[in-house]
């Protein structure tokens, strides 16, 4: 089982640029999660979705939008890319929600650089 | 806006040492996660404990939790050079708190660097 996997693992944009991150996982969990990580900061919720078809908004949610066609894949949107948005994002997966006692899985992270 | 903070903000022992990590929180909770961060990766899951435990061990871990100073803490035993990462406590609670009702707050880590 490959767990969780992010697509791409490196980006650089230009300012007002627009890009797709894709994470896909094969648990079968229908929790999934986006956050951002910058220096010196934990990691912050963005959006997550609790079952296929549905999303809803997390701590810093502005800037970005998500889709959850399929169960097993959660996009993370940038519609226009600012430099305040040049973070690494990560992709999480879980069976059932953090406060039910459940462990949330990472995947290896993308690096995006907003210029 | 954040739930958990974790002290200290870098520590660094040699191994064979013991290494203590505190986490301080602020609203009530269902329970408290910890994970490892390795430089460049994801985080890792390492152990839960609800909010009716007070200590739980796993290999080398032991985790404590005091709800009524609503802190917790991560002991590593016997550290070894491949501990050096960094460890973040992430509180779950039912409370809206900051959009993330239901889901983790985590902290900001404590950066752990253990010589051989």
């Known amino acids: 089982n490959a767990g969780v996997t992010q697509t791409p693992k490196f980006r650089v944009l230009k300012t007002g640029q627009s890009m797709t991150l894709l994470c896909a996982q094969d648990?079968?969990?229908?929790?999934m999660y986006w956050y951002r990580q910058d220096p010196g900061m934990g990691l912050r919720l963005i959006h997550y979705s609790v079952g296929e078809g549905t999303t809803a908004k997390g701590e810093v949610p502005d800037g970005y939008n998500v889709s959850r066609l399929k169960k097993q894949n959660f996009l993370l949107g940038l519609e226009s890319a600012a430099p305040s948005q040049t973070s690494v994002y990560f992709c999480?997966?879980?069976?059932?929600?953090?406060?039910?006692?459940?462990?949330?899985?990472f995947g290896p992270g993308t690096r995006l650089t907003v210029l | 806006s954040q739930q958990g903070e974790e002290d200290p903000q870098a520590l660094s022992i040699q191994e064979g040492e013991n290494a203590t990590m505190n986490c301080s929180y602020k609203t009530s909770i269902n329970n408290l996660q910890w994970y490892r961060q390795n430089s460049g990766r994801g985080l890792v899951h390492l152990i839960l404990?609800?909010?009716?435990?007070r200590e739980k061990h796993s290999g080398r871990l032991r985790v404590t939790l005091d709800t009524s100073k609503k802190s917790s803490s991560l002991l590593i035993t016997a550290s070894r050079a491949a501990d050096t990462a960094s460890y973040f406590c992430a509180t779950a609670t039912l409370m809206n708190y900051g959009g993330s009702q239901g889901n983790l707050i985590f902290g900001k880590g404590t950066k752990l660097s253990v010589k051989p």
């Open positions: 648990m079968n969990h229908e929790y």
């Open positions: 404990i609800r909010s009716n435990e």
């Open positions: 999480a997966s879980s069976y059932e929600e953090a406060s039910a006692n459940n462990e949330q899985f």
